[in-house]
């Protein structure tokens, strides 16, 4: 079993920045490749962002290229999306999500799934 919980949610100005962590336990972190996932008012949760095992690589859906960075550190069993230029569609619960597969872009392959936390874009 793995336990995954999200931080560093909050509000935040268009054009801002925010870090968002999820800390995990559990069964081994590094082993796992992790994504984030949002899902905002009223639409369906979505894929934000992946990286593999070892962080060499990493995926991002077309909206936040350029804009949000994922990334890792195995020894603190920790994800992390740095998401920068914020604008109000980003606006959204974000949710971090864990899966033993090599590729991780659908809902349907993740095997787990942290609370979430909320991001709210606005002036």
């Known amino acids: 079993q793995v336990q995954l919980v999200e931080s560093g949610g909050g509000l935040v100005q268009p054009g801002g920045s925010l870090r968002l962590s999820c800390a995990g336990s559990g069964r081994t972190f590094g082993s796992l490749t992790m994504a984030w996932f949002r899902q905002a008012p009223g639409k369906e949760r979505e894929f934000v962002a992946a990286?593999?095992?070892?962080?060499?690589?990493?995926y991002y859906a077309d909206s936040m290229k350029g804009r949000f960075t994922i990334s890792r550190d195995n020894s603190k069993n920790t994800l992390y999306l740095q998401m920068n230029s914020l604008k109000p569609e980003d606006t959204a619960v974000y949710y971090c999500a864990a899966s033993g597969r090599r590729v991780v872009t659908a809902i349907n392959v993740v095997d787990y799934w942290g609370k979430g936390t909320l991001v709210t874009v606005s002036s």
């Open positions: 990286i593999s095992w070892l962080g060499g690589s990493t």
